[in-house]
């Protein structure tokens, strides 16, 4: 097929694709307004072809490719969604698109409500009473909220606690992230049933515990059922219990995962609610704590007051900034959009 060749293969002398528009700046000689020694002598070596050809030959291209729009598209234990095109259309917009990050509070009203809004249905879903947005990925998220953990044990002189207690079962990156934050890695084997063992959880736990990090459903699917007991061999313990919402679809509004005695959550912005995922990118991950975390979250935060929003930089015991500016802003605006047209009834069964 002849659009099966490259581009440079399709290529005739004296084809033209576009008419240049009537000089309309100084005509002088290239080489009077440039330097000889920075000019190019060489030929390009563009290709000659028509407008159809290069609208043909990468439409063709276009169609070898493969991803959310041709098929289904899993992507390692991820739960993938489709990224609806009006989402792209909601980010384009240029009060949103060409908000620059410096610009004052006084005219970022719109965007400083979008990302309120969005952070307090995120912890509507979760059970969460805090959050942040700033982490630009689930493996960010995932180092965010053990940080915070750090960060809480470390202000409560709890120096001792060096341990992560990670499942067999738990989402792969979360040893990594563990061990990144400083911590040593306890992995705890799955029972039988693939759940965790009750037991070898009590075994583990100690006073050196700094927390747990789980997905649930785990990485085989499976719900873990005992989760409040498991919550509660923890906290017991001393220790903060962590959820990684890789597979948080299957539960979306079904149940909270603060409900469950979760201290800390993230979300996959990208897997969980729509937008772009892999090479798609860039990805997103909400970052929520319950009350008595909220100290420890990275600045700024987004506040309400006095109907107007701001940003805030008044977190006590906070870990600092985990991303230029405040995120991945055109990603929240596509979650946004999705969590609007979706509502809590259309979240639960997407």
């Known amino acids: 097929m002849k659009y099966d060749k490259l581009i440079f293969e399709l290529s005739k002398p004296g084809k033209v694709g576009h008419k240049l528009p009537k000089l309309d700046v100084c005509d002088k000689c290239i080489k009077e307004l440039i330097p000889e020694d920075l000019l190019n002598d060489n030929d390009i070596n563009l290709p000659e072809v028509s407008e159809h050809d290069v609208v043909r030959h990468f439409t063709n291209l276009s169609n070898k490719n493969f991803g959310v729009d041709t098929g289904f598209y899993p992507l390692g234990s991820c739960t993938m969604k489709y990224n609806p095109k009006i989402n792209e259309a909601m980010a384009s917009l240029k009060g949103f698109s060409g908000l620059h990050p410096n610009i004052s509070e006084e005219y970022a009203q719109g965007a400083l409500r979008l990302m309120y809004e969005l952070g307090t249905s995120l912890n509507e879903t979760s059970g969460m009473d805090a959050c942040t947005l700033q982490p630009a990925a689930g ?204 509502g809590s009834d259309g979240l639960k069964v997407a």
Do not use: Q, W
């Open 139 to 342: 493996a960010h998220g995932e180092i965010t909220a053990i940080m915070i953990f750090k960060a809480y044990h470390e202000h409560n002189g709890d120096f001792k606690r060096d341990k992560i207690i990670v499942p067999d079962s738990a989402h792969g990156t979360n040893p990594a992230t563990a061990s990144m934050a400083g911590y040593k890695i306890i992995e705890i084997k799955s029972g039988n049933d693939g759940l965790i063992d009750l037991e070898a959880l009590k075994a583990a736990v100690g006073e050196d515990t700094a927390g747990l990090m789980l997905t649930n459903p785990n990485t085989l699917g499976l719900f873990e059922h005992e989760i409040k007991a498991i919550s509660k061999i923890v906290h017991d313990a001393g220790g903060l219990v962590y959820y990684d919402g890789a597979n948080a679809n299957a539960i979306l509004g079904h149940v909270r995962p603060g409900d469950m005695g979760f201290d800390a959550i993230h979300y996959n912005l990208h897997k969980t609610f729509s937008t772009p995922h892999g090479g798609g990118g860039p990805g997103a991950g909400y970052v929520g704590c319950k009350d008595f975390l909220k100290e420890f979250l990275p600045v700024p935060i987004v506040i309400k007051e006095d109907e107007k929003y701001k940003l805030s930089y008044d977190v006590k015991h906070t870990i600092g900034k985990m991303k230029d500016f405040y995120g991945h802003f055109g990603i929240l605006v596509r979650a946004y959009a999705y969590v609007l047209a979706l």
